[in-house]
């Protein structure tokens, strides 16, 4: 087990490793934007804690968590569930990792600061969000446009108290204190994506910053919903979580195909288990942990291993 591998995980695409009247929103190639009306559609909400689904082949299973990439650390969640997966896994797995060195190689492919392309109604809305912020506004207009619209929305986040990858961290812990096998789905070397920033044009950085600023905007609320309802296993509420961060990164370059290529090592990874590993007993149990989005998207995980002739069974009361 490897909890120093867990720490740069594929939740919102390496463009998160930089940091840390509205216009019409420009095109992004967003690859979860639609979700699988079939999978949706079978989910009942149950009691207890979050939404767990079941992924089988033969007599091998694999217990799959959907988790909120942005979460509060101390809001509470029953753990029964995950506590008696967990002691039954032979192996967790955790979603995939970046290849070392991503962060210089970003730092390297930004392209310029160029404000000069972004209109004076959206310049305003922004230092009237760093105002309510209370950040300095050349924190967000000294940089570039994809750079200030990601700063944007993650400090909003921290303002609601909400961090990145809070329920990851968590899991890990407890995965450590249980000595119970983990793994990420893979390491993908980030330096192809990443490089593709520097093709950025003034519309990714336009469209990074409305998907920021329309987060912001909107308050609060949905928010506190989504999070309250991924605890109670209410997975059409956490589904309506807000995307700001999330589409902010997919309007960069290279990040709709890093997501893509992260969807589809966790399928792989899962497939590999359910194939049998050398060792496994006909009968073994995993766990696996990943983005909910990412798991009920058209084209998604779980979407992905039925239409390869996997088993799932959504979640019931």
């Known amino acids: 087990m490897r909890p120093d591998r867990w720490r740069v995980c594929l939740g919102l695409g390496v463009a998160s490793i930089v940091l840390g009247a509205a216009t019409p929103r420009p095109a992004i190639d967003d690859p979860e934007a639609h ?7 079978e989910i009942v909400v149950g009691p207890g804690g979050p939404a ?5 082949k033969a007599g091998r299973k694999v217990y799959v968590l ?4 942005s979460y509060p650390p101390k809001a509470p ?14 192996t967790v797995l955790l979603p995939p990792a970046l290849s070392s060195g991503a962060a210089s ?28 912020l209370g950040k300095p506004v ?35 812990r407890a995965i450590v204190d249980s000595r119970v096998d983990a793994r990420n789905a893979a390491v993908i070397p980030a330096d192809r994506y990443v490089k593709a920033l520097s093709t950025a044009t003034p519309e990714a950085g336009l469209a990074c910053l409305e998907g920021a600023l329309s987060e912001i905007d909107a308050g ?7 999070v309250e309802g991924w605890a109670h296993g209410d997975v059409a509420a956490a589904l309506k979580a807000p995307r700001g961060m999330e589409l902010c990164s997919f309007a960069a370059p290279g990040q709709s195909d890093l997501r893509r290529a992260a969807i589809e090592a966790q399928v792989a990874a899962i497939a590999q288990v359910l194939d049998g590993e050398p060792g496994a007993r006909p009968t073994s149990q995993y766990m696996a942990v990943t983005p909910l989005r990412s798991l009920l998207a058209e084209d998604g995980i779980l979407d992905q291993l039925r239409k390869r002739g996997y088993q799932v069974r959504a979640p019931k009361d």
Not at 35 to 41: D, G
Not at 220 to 226: K, P, Y
């Open 35 to 41: 979700l699988s009306s079939t999978l949706v559609s």
């Open 220 to 226: 609060h609320e949905a928010m506190s919903e989504a």
């Open 138 to 172: 050349q924190r967000y207009l000294g940089r570039p446009p994809l750079v200030a619209g990601y700063l944007l929305v993650s400090d909003y986040r921290d303002s609601q108290g909400l961090k990145s990858e809070a329920l990851l961290a968590e899991i890990s």
């Open 77 to 90: 969640w029953s753990q029964r569930v995950f506590e008696h997966n967990l002691r039954g896994a032979k």
């Open 105 to 132: 190689v970003v730092d390297e492919s930004l392209p310029p600061v160029d404000w000069s392309t972004v209109p004076a109604a959206t310049r305003l809305r922004i230092e009237q969000a760093a105002r309510a």
């Open 66 to 69: 959907g988790v909120l990439w």
């Open 52 to 56: 767990w689904w079941e992924v089988t």
